[in-house]
C-alpha cells in the first residue's frame, strides 16, 4: 500500500466500507448539488477519473446547467445534465450499484433527481464538508472543517492508499473546486493541509495560474454592467452591520444573464468595512422563487440564518436559500428579521 501523503479524517470503517463496495467492478454515478459550482464540479470529475483508474465504470450527472466558466475542465463534456436530458440520466441512475453524492448534505439539495436518487437501490457514498448531514449513505465521509468537496477527495485517495493515483486530470479538477470555494485561498476554511493537498496538485500538473483565468478572467461586458447596478442597489444597514443587494428579474434580462453572471456579488457587500454579515437576493421568476446567498465574517452562522428563514442552509459563512414572496416582501421581511439577531451582529 503506498505512504499516506498527509493525515485525513476518514474513520477506519468508513474507509473498510468502501474498499468493500469498491473491490469488483462496479457501476458508478457521482452526482453534484443543484446549480453546481466549482467545488461540485470539480470534485465529480477528480473523483470520476480516480475512480476510472481503478477500473470502474462512472458517469458524472448533475442536476441543471453550470456556468460556462467551468466548462473547459478536463471531462467536462461527458456530463449529463438531467435537466435537459430526463430519460438519460434516470437510466443511468438505475442502472448504478454505487452512487457517490458529492458537495451537498442532503437529497433535497438536487432537485427534481432526489426521487429518482429516493426509488435506487445502489449503496451510496456521501462526500461532503456542509454542517448537519442526513443520513443516507453507507459510507458518510462528512467534514464540515474541510474548505471545498475538492479537498476531500484528494484525502478520499489518500486513505484509500492511491494518493499517488493523482494525474492531470484529477489535479486540474480538484485544483479548480479548492480555489473556488476558498475565494482563492482566503477564507477561514483554507488551513496548511489545503495548502499542502493544493501543493500535490501543482506537482501532478494543475497549472494554478492558467487556472485562475479561465475562471475568474472570462467576464463579458453585460457582466461587468450587471456587477455596476448591483453595487448601485447595495444598501448598508450600519446598526447591524449587515449589507444587502437586490437584483429583479428585469435587471438579469435586460443583462443577457448568464448562468454564473451573479458568482461574487454577494462578497462585494461583505467587504465593506464593519459589515460581518451580507446577502444578495435575486429574483427568479421562471422559477417563482427569489434565490438568495448568504455570506458572514466571523461567528455569525449564515447556516442558521438560512435554516431558520429561507430553507437553505450551507456552511457558517457562506449558505443558501431561497424565499417564495416577492422580491419586496422578501427584502422588507429581512429588514424585520434583524432586531432579533442584533446582539449576534453587534457583538461579534
Ligand atoms: P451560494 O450562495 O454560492 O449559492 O451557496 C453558498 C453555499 O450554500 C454553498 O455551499 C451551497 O452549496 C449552499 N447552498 C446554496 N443554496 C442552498 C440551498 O438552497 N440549500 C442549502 N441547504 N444549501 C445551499
Ligand atoms: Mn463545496
Not at 449529463?80 to 440520466?89: A, F
Request: hydrophobic content about 35%.
Amino acid at each position: 500500500m503506498a505512504l499516506l501523503y498527509l493525515r485525513h479524517t476518514m474513520d477506519e470503517k468508513t474507509i473498510q466500507v468502501v474498499k468493500n463496495l469498491l473491490k469488483s467492478q462496479q457501476k458508478i454515478i457521482i452526482i453534484g448539488h443543484k446549480n453546481p459550482d466549482g467545488d461540485a464540479i470539480g470534485s465529480c470529475l477528480g473523483l470520476s477519473f480516480f475512480l476510472r483508474s481503478q477500473g470502474h465504470k462512472t458517469q458524472v450527472v448533475m442536476p441543471n446547467d453550470f456556468p460556462s466558466f467551468l466548462k473547459w475542465l478536463p471531462g467536462v463534456e461527458e456530463i449529463v445534465i438531467h435537466e435537459q436530458d430526463v430519460k438519460t440520466s434516470t437510466k443511468l441512475i438505475d442502472d448504478a450499484n454505487v452512487i457517490f453524492t458529492l458537495d451537498f448534505n442532503s437529497l433535497g439539495r438536487v432537485g427534481d433527481l432526489q426521487l429518482i436518487l429516493e426509488k435506487s437501490e445502489a449503496n451510496f457514498v456521501m462526500i461532503d464538508h456542509h454542517q448537519q448531514p442526513d443520513d443516507y449513505a453507507v459510507a458518510t465521509y462528512s467534514d464540515v472543517s474541510m474548505s471545498s468537496t475538492c479537498e476531500m477527495v484528494f484525502h478520499f485517495m489518500d486513505a484509500l492508499g492511491q494518493a499517488d493515483k493523482l494525474n492531470k486530470e484529477i489535479a486540474t479538477n480538484l485544483y479548480t473546486g479548492i480555489m473556488t470555494d476558498t475565494g482563492s485561498f482566503r477564507y477561514p476554511s483554507t488551513t496548511s493541509t489545503t495548502h499542502r493537498v493544493t501543493a500535490k496538485l501543482i506537482d501532478a500538473g494543475a497549472k494554478s495560474a492558467a487556472i485562475h483565468q479561465n475562471i475568474y478572467d472570462t467576464n463579458s461586458m453585460d457582466r461587468m454592467k450587471l456587477l455596476g447596478l448591483a453595487l448601485n442597489n447595495l444598501k448598508v444597514l450600519p446598526e447591524y452591520n449587515t449589507a444587502y443587494i437586490t437584483l429583479t428579474q428585469k435587471d438579469l434580462d435586460d443583462h443577457n444573464f448568464k448562468k454564473g453572471d451573479t458568482e461574487g456579488f454577494v462578497n462585494y457587500a461583505l467587504s465593506i468595512s464593519g459589515v460581518i454579515f451580507a446577502v444578495i437576493f435575486i429574483e427568479n421568476k421562471q422559477e417563482n422563487i427569489v434565490k438568495i446567498s448568504l455570506r458572514s465574517k466571523g461567528d455569525f452562522s449564515v447556516n442558521e440564518f438560512s435554516r431558520n428563514h429561507y430553507s437553505g442552509g450551507g456552511h457558517t459563512n457562506a449558505a443558501g436559500g431561497k424565499s417564495s414572496q416577492s422580491l419586496n416582501e422578501t427584502v422588507t421581511e429581512f429588514i424585520s428579521i434583524l432586531p432579533r439577531y442584533k446582539n449576534e451582529l453587534t457583538h461579534a
